[in-house]
């Protein structure tokens, strides 16, 4: 394997966030929420500020780019990009609504990274890949196929596990990492073969939005409203910062879609 792409757990720190504030169109978004009309603009742009304050506060340099008007579902940009190592892989979105979004994202990327995009038929979206030190998961879902992680594995030189899931849109909706050894799921993947090996924290179904959490260094943030979680997190030894997100959980999206780390 590349040198340049095998890296150890201190390289997981993240130094960089970059985001994307969310734009006047953002109630256009990609949903099966029940009341579309109540999604609220103003309140995602305040929470959104509080959420890149908080990235800031622990310790991330965060680079925003403008709001896209033409893509509502832009502010996540998590999905434009996959990163390991030195190296990104930019995203053909499985969503035919999202294409365009990643072009930003890229000439940004390409200025401190080595970058390549993802060729159709293959698509990826960031939303689908859970990240470990010298391995990823990535789910096979409505957004993400196989050639698409055939070209993210070849390109990152790494290797990367799969879980197949084509009622869900994205992965991370359901199983992020807290650490190299620690996930946090709902039941319906507890006995996949592909996380054995991992520590897991195991949420009730009426918990599951909160199984997207996002890990930065040595802090985990988590939606709020899920008392019983964070109390699960704490007793892991973690910080727990609570943020609410409300908006962006009825655009289908949580706290990792709205940062890609590096």
Same mark, same amino acid.
């Given at each position: 394997?590349?040198?340049?792409?095998?890296? +150890?757990?201190?390289?997981?720190?993240?130094?960089?966030?970059?985001?994307?504030?969310?734009?006047?169109?953002?109630?256009?978004?990609?949903?099966?929420?029940?009341?579309?009309?109540?999604?609220?603009?103003?309140?995602?742009?305040?929470?959104?500020?509080?959420?890149?304050?908080?990235?800031?506060?622990?310790?991330?340099?965060?680079?925003?780019?403008?709001?896209?008007?033409?893509?509502?579902?832009?502010?996540?940009?998590?999905?434009?990009?996959?990163?390991? %190592?030195?190296?990104?892989?930019?995203?053909?979105?499985?969503?035919?609504?999202?294409?365009?979004?990643?072009?930003?994202?890229?000439?940004?990327?390409?200025?401190?990274?080595?970058?390549?995009?993802?060729?159709?038929?293959?698509?990826?979206?960031?939303?689908?890949?859970?990240?470990?030190?010298?391995?990823?998961?990535?789910?096979?879902?409505?957004?993400? +196929?196989?050639?698409?992680?055939?070209?993210?594995?070849?390109?990152?030189?790494?290797?990367?596990?799969?879980?197949?899931?084509?009622?869900?849109?994205?992965?991370?909706?359901?199983?992020?990492?807290?650490?190299?050894?620690?996930?946090?799921?709902?039941?319906?993947?507890?006995?996949?073969?592909?996380?054995?090996?991992?520590?897991?924290?195991?949420?009730?179904?009426?918990?599951?939005?909160?199984?997207?959490?996002?890990?930065?260094?040595?802090?985990?943030?988590?939606?709020? %409203?899920?008392?019983?979680?964070?109390?699960?997190?704490?007793?892991?030894?973690?910080?727990?910062?609570?943020?609410?997100?409300?908006?962006?959980?009825?655009?289908?999206?949580?706290?990792?879609?709205?940062?890609?780390?590096?």
């Amino acid at each position: 394997m590349d040198s340049q792409i095998f890296y +150890n757990n201190m390289s997981l720190r993240k130094r960089i966030a970059l985001v994307r504030e969310p734009s006047p169109s953002f109630p256009a978004c990609i949903t099966a929420y029940a009341f579309p009309d109540t999604i609220n603009y103003q309140k995602a742009k305040k929470q959104h500020i509080e959420y890149c304050n908080t990235l800031e506060e622990l310790g991330l340099e965060v680079i925003k780019l403008p709001p896209e008007k033409k893509y509502p579902d832009s502010c996540f940009v998590e999905d434009a990009a996959i990163i390991h %190592g030195k190296r990104a892989l930019i995203s053909h979105f499985g969503a035919l609504s999202r294409r365009g979004e990643e072009k930003k994202v890229l000439a940004v990327l390409s200025q401190t990274l080595k970058v390549k995009k993802c060729l159709e038929p293959a698509t990826i979206e960031g939303g689908d890949v859970i990240h470990f030190s010298n391995h990823l998961i990535s789910g096979i879902t409505q957004r993400s +196929n196989y050639q698409g992680i055939q070209q993210l594995a070849t390109w990152l030189g790494v290797e990367i596990k799969t879980i197949e899931d084509h009622s869900i849109v994205h992965l991370k909706s359901y199983i992020t990492a807290l650490n190299e050894t620690t996930i946090i799921t709902i039941n319906k993947y507890v006995s996949h073969p592909e996380l054995s090996q991992y520590n897991k924290l195991v949420l009730d179904d009426k918990d599951a939005y909160a199984a997207n959490t996002l890990t930065i260094n040595d802090s985990v943030l988590i939606p709020a %409203g899920y008392p019983a979680v964070t109390k699960m997190i704490k007793e892991q030894g973690f910080e727990a910062i609570t943020l609410d997100i409300t908006e962006f959980q009825k655009c289908e999206g949580a706290l990792t879609c709205l940062s890609l780390l590096y």
